[in-house]
C-alpha cells in the first residue's frame, strides 16, 4: 500500500507490564490495579484510509478468528465517528504481529492507533485528553497506548503519571497458552489485597520497604497452572543466567519477558533459548513509536504550510 492509494500505515506498539499488583476491589466490582506500562519499539501495523462513503470496512482476517463486530480496532473507529459526529469512514487493515492474549496489549494498541489515526486524518482535533476517554470505553490499557507515554497505572489502569524509563532491551516469549482474563480475577488463590506502592518503591525495586520485590501477581498463578508457561520461565531464566535478569510476566496473558542493559546481552539470550519456544527481541521505546509518527505528519504539514505561504 503507497500514499498513491490513499493507504497511510500507522505503528501500533506493544507493551510491557514491568510489574503488576493488585491492592483491593472497587465499588463497581473491579479491581484496583497497580502496574508500570513499557511500551516497546515493535508491534503491529494499522493500515487506514479514509472512505467519504461514511462506512467503516475491515479488510483482511483478524487474529484468533474475531470478528469484525467485536474487533476492536473497528470498535474504535465507529466510537470515534460516532462521538464526533463524522460523516466520512475508514478502511482498515491489522497487520498483527503482537501474539494474542500474550498481554503484550495487542487488540488495545490497535485500537488506540485507530482513535489517534483517524482523529487526525478525518480532521477532527478532539485531542488527547477526549481520545483517552474514548479509549476508556473500549479497554482498560488503551489510554496508555493514546497518550504515548511510558507509566505508572493505578484505578483500573486509567490513571496514569508519566515516566521516563532507562534504555532496555527485552527477550519476549510466547508460551502459546490463551487464558481469559476474567477466569484468572476468579482464581481463589490470586491475591488481591496487596499493600499498596510508591513510585519510589518501583525505582528502588522493593514494596514499601519490606524486601518483597514488586512482581506480576498473576505470575504464580499461571505458572502452577499452566506447565507451558512454567517451562518458558525456566528456559529464559537459564538462557539469561543471571539472577539480576530474572525472568517476568507481562499483564495477565502468557507472555515472558527478561530486561538486559543492551541488545548484545539480549541477543545472546536468545540464542541460547531451546527450539520451539516463540521469542524474539525488542527494544523500550523512550515515547510511543505512533506518537513518533504523528508528530512527524505535523511536521511535514506545517512545512508545507508555511512553503505555500511564500510567493
Known amino acids: 500500500m503507497t500514499a498513491d492509494t490513499g493507504w497511510s500505515a500507522w505503528p501500533a506498539p506493544a507493551k510491557l507490564n514491568l510489574f503488576l499488583q493488585i491492592t483491593g476491589r472497587r465499588p463497581d466490582g473491579y479491581h484496583s490495579l497497580q502496574t508500570v506500562f513499557r511500551l516497546l519499539d515493535w508491534g503491529d501495523m494499522v493500515r487506514l484510509r479514509v472512505r467519504e462513503d461514511g462506512r467503516i470496512v475491515r479488510h483482511g482476517q483478524s487474529a484468533m478468528g474475531v470478528s469484525e463486530a467485536d474487533d476492536l480496532g473497528v470498535r474504535a473507529a465507529k466510537l470515534l465517528k460516532l462521538a464526533a459526529n463524522c460523516a466520512q469512514g475508514a478502511d482498515i487493515v491489522i497487520e ?8 503484550f496489549g495487542g487488540g488495545s494498541s490497535d485500537a488506540a492507533t ?11 482535533d478532539l485531542g488527547v485528553e477526549r481520545l483517552a476517554e474514548l479509549g476508556l470505553q473500549l479497554g482498560a490499557d488503551v489510554p496508555v497506548f493514546v497518550r504515548g507515554d511510558n507509566a505508572w497505572a493505578e484505578g483500573v489502569g486509567e490513571l496514569l503519571t508519566p515516566l521516563v524509563l532507562p534504555p532496555a532491551w527485552y527477550l519476549l516469549a510466547d508460551p502459546g497458552v490463551h487464558v481469559p482474563t476474567a477466569a484468572l480475577f476468579q482464581t481463589p488463590d490470586l491475591t488481591r489485597d496487596s499493600a499498596p506502592a510508591t513510585i519510589s ?68 539470550a536468545l540464542a541460547g533459548l531451546p527450539p520451539g519456544l516463540t521469542a524474539w527481541v525488542a527494544a523500550g521505546a523512550a515515547v510511543s513509536p505512533l506518537r513518533a509518527v504523528l508528530d512527524a505528519n505535523r511536521l511535514q504539514g506545517r512545512r508545507q504550510e508555511a512553503q505555500g505561504t511564500r510567493f
Open 96 to 103: 498483527k504481529r503482537i501474539p494474542t492474549g500474550g498481554g
Open 114 to 124: 485507530v482513535l489517534v489515526a483517524l482523529d487526525a486524518l478525518w480532521g477532527l
Open 201 to 268: 518503591d518501583f525505582v528502588s525495586g522493593t514494596v514499601l520497604g519490606n524486601g518483597a520485590p514488586l512482581g506480576n501477581v498473576f505470575e504464580p498463578v499461571l505458572r502452577r497452572r499452566e506447565p507451558a508457561i512454567e517451562a518458558a520461565f525456566a528456559a529464559l531464566a537459564q538462557a539469561s543466567g543471571s539472577q539480576a535478569c530474572r525472568p517476568r510476566l507481562t499483564g495477565s496473558g502468557s507472555g515472558c519477558f527478561v530486561e538486559f542493559a543492551n541488545r548484545e546481552s539480549a541477543q545472546a
